[in-house]
C-alpha cells in the first residue's frame, strides 16, 4: 500500500512538471501519468481526503457568503417585505427591472459610473507608467527602493483615512484655503464643490493607489534585457529612441492586460470612496450603481428594486469581464483565466 | 556620475536591475533633464508625506500654536501630547480602537487559517475533486451576488450587530488564495514527496515543510488581510447600528468628516485639548498600525504580489 500510495501522489507532480518541461525528472515523470490515469476515484479520495478536508472551511464560506447571496436575488422578482421574508413575498415578474430602467435616478448613477471610469482610464491609468519609467530610470538602487516604499505607502489607507486627508489639505479649513486667506484671496473648499468632483476623486485615487500600480510596470521593466538597450545604443538610438523601440513594447502586454481588467470592472467605481462624500458634494455628481443599490434598498427600504438594480449591474459586469477576456485572447494576449 | 557601486547582496529584490553606475553606452543626461525629473520626484514625495506631516504636527500642537497658523500647523510650535491621552482615556475612540483591534486581531487569524488551508488542499493539480473546488473558488471572481442580497443573508444569519459581521463575509479573499497557492505549487517537489514517503501526512507537511518555507509569501498574505480589516469602514455602516460598537473607521468618518463633537471637546477649560489636535489625532491612530507594520513587510510584498501575479 505504501509504495502505491506514493506512486500515487506522485503522479499529481505529472501535471505541475508538464508547465516545466525542462526539468530533469521530467521523463519519469511521464511514466507516472498512466498511473494518474487508473487511480480510480476512490483511490484518489482515500489518497486525497486530507487536501480536501483542508479546502472546505473556505468552500463553506464561499458557499454561505457568496454563493447563497446569489440566489437570495431572487428578491429582484418580488415586492420583497423583510417582514414578510421571502419565501412569502409575491413574485411580481419583472416589474422591478421595467421600473429601473425607466427610473433616472439609475441612468444618472449609469452616467456617473461611466463618467468616472472613463475619465479615471484617462487621467489616472497612465500616471503609474510614467512614475515606473521615472523611477526605473534611476540610477541609484537605494534612492530608487526608498521612493517606491515611500510611494507604495497610501495604498494601505483607508479610504476614510484618504478622504480625511484630503479634507485637511483640500477643504473649506484645509492648508489650501489657509494660505489663500494667509495670502489675502478667497479660500475656496474643493471638497464640496460638485463642479470639480471629477478632479478631486482621480487625485484622490492617484494619491493613494497610483504608486501601488507602479509595482507591475517596475518588474516588467526589470525583466528587459540590458543588452537590447546597450545594442540601440551602439547602433545610435538615442534616449527617446530606446524608450520607443525597447521600453514601451516591453511593457505592451502589461499595458493590454490591465486595460482590459479595468475595462471589466468598469461599473466599480470606488464605492466607499463615493459615499464618503456623496454629502459633500450631492448626490448629482457623485451618485453611481452601487451607492444607488445602497440608499434605494438599504436606506429606502425597496428591496426588491434595489436588488433588481444590483443584478443588472452584476450580469452587464459578467458580461463585461467576459467580452474583456475575449479581446484579450483577439491581442494574442493569454487573459485573464485561460489556465489554472 | 560617481556612484558608490553596492555589494550585490544588498541588492535584495530581483525585480531589481542590479545596476548602480550608469552603464558606458548611456550618454549623460541634459542637466534641465535631470533637474526636471527631480523636481517631479520630490513633489510626489511631498504629496505623499507632506499632508502626513502637518497631521501628525497638528495632532501634537496645543492650542495656542494652532491658533497663530490658522488652522493645521506646518512649522512646529508648542508641543502637547493632550490630544492624544484625551482620546485615549477611555472614551468613545479607546472603545472604538479596541474594537478595530479585536476585529482585525481575531479575523486575520481566521482568514489566514482557512486560507492556507484552502491554498494547500489545492495545490496539487489531479488531486481528488481539484478542478471542482478550483472552479467554485474562482466563480466568485466574476459574479458577485451583490450588495442587498448579502445584506439580507447577513440580517437573515442574525450577524446585525455582533462582530462576526464585519469578519465573516469577507473573511477569505479568492485573490489571496490564489497568490499563495501559486507560491506552494512553486516549492520543490522532491521535497514534499519525500516526507510522505517517509510517512508525513499532509497536515505535518503544510506545518513543518511548507509553512517554514513560505514565511514571506504568508506574512505579506496576513498583512493584507490584516490591512483590509483595519480599513474595512462599509461594512460596519451596514451591518453594525449599535454605535458603542463601531470601528475605528466608523467614528474617524464621524468625528473628522461629518464634524460631530468628540465627547468631553465641549468642556472648554483646564486640560481641554483644541478640537482640531483631537481631530488629527484620531488620524493619526487610525494609520498608526499600518506605519508600524509596513517597515516589516515592505520589502516582501514586491516578491509576494509578482508571485500571484506570474503564477496565478
Known amino acids: 500500500m505504501t509504495t502505491s500510495e506514493s506512486t500515487l501522489t506522485d503522479s499529481g507532480v505529472q501535471a505541475q512538471a508538464g508547465r516545466r518541461p525542462g526539468r530533469p525528472d521530467g521523463a519519469h515523470q511521464e511514466d507516472l501519468s498512466i498511473t494518474r490515469k487508473r487511480a480510480g476515484l476512490r483511490t484518489r479520495l482515500r489518497r486525497d481526503k486530507s487536501l480536501v478536508l483542508m479546502t472546505l472551511p473556505a468552500i463553506a464560506l464561499l458557499l454561505v457568503f457568496a454563493y447563497i447571496p446569489m440566489l437570495g436575488n431572487v428578491v429582484a422578482f418580488q415586492d420583497y417585505s423583510p417582514f414578510i421574508g421571502i419565501p412569502d413575498s409575491p413574485f411580481v415578474g419583472l416589474d422591478n427591472f421595467t421600473r429601473v430602467l425607466g427610473d433616472q435616478g439609475f441612468w444618472l448613477a449609469v452616467t456617473n459610473t461611466l463618467v468616472i471610469t472613463a475619465f479615471q482610464l484617462v487621467f489616472f491609468f497612465p500616471v503609474p507608467i510614467v512614475l515606473a519609467l521615472l523611477l526605473n530610470s534611476l540610477l541609484s538602487p537605494a534612492l530608487r527602493s526608498t521612493i517606491q516604499a515611500i510611494v507604495y505607502l497610501p495604498h494601505f489607507f483607508s479610504w476614510v483615512l484618504v478622504v480625511s486627508v484630503f479634507q485637511q489639505v483640500l477643504g473649506g479649513a484645509g492648508l489650501l484655503s489657509q494660505s489663500l486667506r494667509a495670502h489675502g484671496w478667497q479660500a475656496m473648499d474643493i471638497m464640496t464643490n460638485p463642479d470639480t468632483f471629477l478632479f478631486l476623486i482621480t487625485s484622490q485615487a492617484i494619491w493613494k493607489d497610483a504608486g501601488w500600480g507602479i509595482i507591475v510596470f517596475l518588474a516588467a521593466l526589470s525583466a528587459v534585457d540590458q543588452e537590447q538597450y546597450e545594442a540601440a545604443a551602439v547602433d545610435g538610438a538615442n534616449r527617446w529612441r530606446r524608450m520607443w523601440h525597447v521600453t514601451l513594447p516591453a511593457l505592451r502586454s502589461v499595458v493590454i492586460l490591465l486595460l482590459i481588467l479595468r475595462l471589466g470592472d468598469a461599473l466599480s467605481v470606488g464605492f466607499e470612496q463615493l459615499i464618503l462624500q456623496r454629502d459633500a458634494v450631492g448626490a448629482q455628481a457623485s451618485e453611481v450603481l452601487d451607492t444607488f443599490v445602497y440608499y434605494t434598498g438599504v436606506r429606502n427600504g425597496d428591496w426588491g428594486y434595489a436588488a433588481a438594480a444590483g443584478l443588472i449591474k452584476g450580469l452587464v459586469s459578467l458580461a463585461l469581464i467576459l467580452g474583456a477576456n475575449k479581446l484579450a485572447h483577439l491581442f494574442g494576449e493569454s487573459g485573464v483565466y485561460s489556465k489554472s | ?312
Open chain 2, 1 to 312: 556620475m560617481s556612484t558608490i557601486t553596492k555589494p550585490a547582496a544588498t541588492v535584495s529584490a530581483a525585480l531589481r536591475r542590479n545596476k548602480s553606475s550608469r552603464p558606458a553606452w548611456e550618454e549623460e543626461p541634459h542637466p534641465a533633464a535631470k533637474i526636471g525629473k527631480a523636481a517631479v520626484l520630490i513633489m510626489v514625495v511631498v504629496a505623499v508625506l507632506g499632508p502626513l506631516y502637518s497631521i501628525v504636527l497638528t495632532s501634537l500642537s496645543s492650542q495656542a500654536t494652532i491658533t497663530s497658523a490658522g488652522g493645521m500647523v506646518i512649522v512646529p510650535g508648542e508641543i502637547s501630547l493632550d490630544a492624544y491621552s484625551q482620546i485615549l482615556n477611555g472614551g468613545v475612540v479607546t472603545r472604538a480602537v479596541l474594537v478595530s483591534v479585536g476585529v482585525t486581531v481575531v479575523g486575520t487569524l481566521l482568514s489566514m487559517v482557512v486560507s492556507v488551508l484552502c491554498a494547500y488542499g489545492l495545490s496539487r493539480p489531479g488531486s481528488f475533486a481539484h478542478t471542482p473546488l478550483l472552479f467554485t473558488l474562482l466563480l466568485t471572481m466574476f459574479f458577485s451576488a451583490g450588495m442587498i442580497p448579502a445584506f439580507l443573508l447577513v440580517s437573515g444569519l442574525g450577524l446585525i450587530n455582533t462582530y462576526w459581521a464585519l469578519i465573516l463575509p469577507s473573511a477569505i479573499s479568492v485573490f489571496n488564495i490564489i497568490i499563495l497557492r501559486g507560491f506552494f505549487m512553486g516549492i520543490d517537489r522532491g521535497i514534499l514527496d519525500s516526507a510522505r514517503i517517509d510517512g508525513a501526512s499532509e497536515w505535518r507537511i503544510l506545518s513543518q515543510i511548507v509553512l517554514p518555507m513560505s514565511k514571506a509569501v504568508t506574512a505579506v498574505i496576513a498583512l493584507f488581510y490584516g490591512v483590509g480589516y483595519w480599513n474595512a469602514f462599509f461594512n460596519a455602516v451596514l451591518y453594525i447600528n449599535d454605535s458603542a460598537m463601531n470601528p475605528l473607521q466608523v467614528v474617524l468618518r464621524s468625528y473628522v468628516l461629518q464634524g460631530v463633537m468628540i465627547p468631553g471637546q465641549i468642556a472648554v477649560g483646564q486640560g481641554a485639548a483644541p478640537s482640531l489636535a483631537l481631530q488629527m489625532a484620531v488620524l493619526v491612530v487610525a494609520v498608526m498600525p499600518i506605519l508600524m507594520v509596513y517597515p516589516l513587510l515592505q520589502k516582501h510584498f514586491t516578491k509576494g504580489v509578482m508571485i500571484g501575479a506570474v503564477k496565478g
